[in-house]
């Protein structure tokens, strides 16, 4: 026991924060590892002694982070002759990853999540958990245990979309390593909610990119390609991926609201990759999603549509074919596909998406009127007039009887008038002087050629 | 030309005139007369003028239009620049500093194209007192000037050898060393104020022009650019004080490189640009190792990875040697990080994982400079090498199926059969190359793409290496298989592409000995068809692409195209004959 205590000390002089460069302590890793057995506790899975950890500040709350969350860190590493060879304080900086997901250290994966918000501690990492044979050159020797100092700063779910729509927090990680693609066919039990309230308790099978059929809302969906098989997660949903504005009548929620899912993705089969399939096998296919998206489109779901039509692009996109034949195939198959993207995304006002698609058409058929079209459509909306007014006019060199297109060519012309004119006045305060200087200057020098000067 | 008393009189006038009454033709009229004495030479003149005492409302209100003429001056060299160097800074302390950034940009803007760099090395000190003195918006203005003096500086071509570099003939790099002069007070100023809990928005914008300005100059010039470890170069010195600023500024590597997404994105650049920009930067982060000391050091070598080939896929999407350098290192090094046999065969769904190896394969086959090619093939094999057996046997069946490239494949197959050798060495035994699964790589590598009907000249290093590996499996034994059915299905497959290969051999045997027989007989006549043979010869080219020209094939060597061709189909029916006595002697062994 007083032996225990003894290394105990050692420990403590051993990490704290002055004794960097001390080389007068040096601790092999046996010892080290008996120090630490002593008052600290073995995390890993299996026991193996390879992450001990000995909690010195205790967390505030019992929450713990989930697997794929975003955890904020400030942390020290140094080698077991007390040696520092990285510290997020030096830098100044926390340091965030999403923990459980093998960004990190393995043993930095087992020991946050077993921490609490607030909790510092100390953990001992076997090379096996840490930077293994090779070590890491120039900082850590080969095959070396290491000492972490580890303070969890902040921890919030892992945000599955650039907009923060889908927040998801894993509460059992699946097994293997493969997600449902898009056409998988899944097996789920999902519990949806809304405000405390379960509206929908099922086991469920749908195609994944296809879920809208089932009343399952695009958020659920869109999440399954992150998921393995066993997975059990919470989802939270922001409107846009849940029910819209429109709200369910079904499970009587209403417009614009927050609802969260519990999944349990129980099996999956996926789909094959485009690598998997020859030219025929696409072809055939190619005929059903093109249907599949159009019958979204029909029904207002353009995210959903785009997810059938983005699937065409990623099948014909590499493939090169031979002949002429097929290679004509090929890309009527991607102009059917990157015109319908175009169209949807035009209802989503995502214009830069619009005018990239129509772009890909134009790179191909330079003549393409829907694409021309659409893209002085997404060009207008996004106040680009003159370029708008370009492919609009375009359209009529293509098909001079197409009236749509003359319309909005003088649409065009008003809008760049008003923005003239706005311009004028908006800017006419701030350079007011400016402007009546040059206007003299531009006087001034007509006057003086025109004297001959 | 006004004279001496007129010019008194003139300068005596707008002594007592107020600014507002000030004409346009007056700001013209004093541009002229600055213009006018320097064109005579008389620097010292104008400059006693404009520090004179009892000139300084004249000054003050319209000195910045003699600007232009001075800079003029000062860039061309012609007469001693002193006083108009001396008359600059005076003007850059004395007039308003709105005034003389405007006309300073505007100086910028019409550069002449031969004196960019004079010009900007010029004018970079003037920019920073002015800016220094301005009160408010001078964190756009710092923008806005960073953003002019950047888009003159990629007109200016990027030294190609450290030569060039040395003698910096188009001044890039002393354009880079006083950007980085010009900088560095900015910088210091929102390092000391982040120190402070409360910042300003416009400390925040003043941190946002300069991170645009770090990811700019990542771009252009540092990704055209060669930087090496031995050679502490001016460009290299531009490279770290990027990085460092980076740092200096608060922006952490880590977040920009891994976790863009998750940023904010203050910076408004488009995305491709900022993808170019964050590759540039992870090369001289885990390639030059230029500031990797403050990285941290807990991620694992296998994210790091994965998101560096992101970077690497962007930079191999390129044509230029420059970018394709920086990617074939930046994927070595990332790689090499990494265990061998070790890379999950989940990671081959991620899409940089595929466009990666495709990638290579179209600098393997299509780069016409032999350094790059060569070391494509050293990162490509490094690739394969970092696989575990599940991973390898998906690579492996995808590059068959799609690469459509005789010598790419003649390489994957060889590496089949390496990784079987490897299998079969005790411990290492998978049935992703000793089970049922090495079936379904097997058919794709006993298949020939036309059936009888294949050109056997064009698939020849494919057939050739898919021979050596049948060869390589009936010689060893039977027994390591999991069993029986797979080893006999194995023995069907064999039967079947030889029985093929012997069809499509005797039917090219045919076309090419008829061939031979016509050249000999009239080869005047059928000089037209043998440049046809020839040209389906020169298709057979393997990776290591040989130079010879030999569409203009003279008679003799045409002959020895074709006899050639007959010695490569001897041989491939002698493989064919060894496989199959090979298989008679294992019938003969019992069991």
Redesign the interface.
Known sequence: MRHNDMLFMVLILLTHKQMTTDQDLPMDSQSATAMFAAKGLDVTPNKDQGVIKIVKCPGLGAEQPMIGDRVTVHYTGKLLTGKTFDCSRDRKEPFCFNVGRGQVLKAWDICVLSMQKGEACTLLCKPDYAYGPPGNPDKIPPNSSVIFEMELVNFEGELLTDDSGIMRRIKVKGDGYTNPNDGASVDVHLEGRCAGRLFDCRDVSFIVGEAEDRGIPLGVDRAMDKMQRGEHCVLYLKPKYAFGSEGSAVYKIGPDEDVVYEVILKDFQRAKESWEMDLKEKLEIFVGVKHKGNQYFKAGRYLQAVIQYQRIVSWFEMECGTGLEQQKKIQECLLTAHLNLALCFLRLKEFSQVVDNCNKVIECDESNEKALYRRGEARLLRNEFNLARADFQQVLLVNPSNRAARAQISICQTKIKEHHEQDKRTYANMFKKFAERDAKVCCNSKLLSRKGL | MMKGDQVKDTFQRWRDTREEDL???D??LFRDLGSACLARGDSAQLLEFVQDEKNQGIVKCMGCVIMAPLVDEVVKKVTSAEPCQAAIVYLTRTCRSEELLHGLLELIEDINPGDISQTIIVLVPHFKTVLLRMEDRKATSVGLVLAALQKQMQRLPVPYTPQQEEADEYGLCRCCIALLQFTKCFVEEVKRKHGKSVTTTEDEELRTELLKFCMRSLREPLLEVELSHNRKSYLWLFATEIMVTL?TI?V?L??LL??Y??LKKSTAMDNSQSMESRASLAYLLFVQLITID?F?????P??VLQCNMEYVSELLSSKKESHLLKGLALNAKSLE?V?DHSL???LM?LKSF?SVP?KLRQVLTECPMKHLRESALQVFQLFVNKLDTEAKHKFFR?ML??S?HAGVESYIIKNIKNHLEFSMESGNANKWFLGEEFLSLLGLVLHLPHGAETDLLNSMDRIMESLNLLRYLLIRDKNLWSNRDVWEELGRMKDEYLKMLRVCLSISRAYYSAELKALKEDQKLKAKEAREAARSIRLSKSIKAKHEEVSDMSPEVQHQVLQSALVTFDLMESLIVRIEEITEEKLKIPN
Request: proline content about 9%; aromatic content about 18%.
């Open positions: 004409n346009p033709e700001y013209q740092s608060q952490s880590s977040e891994f976790f997404n998750s403050s941290p050091a807990v991620f694992s296998i994210f990080s265990q999950p065969v989940n769904e595929y495709q995808c199926k799609v459509n």
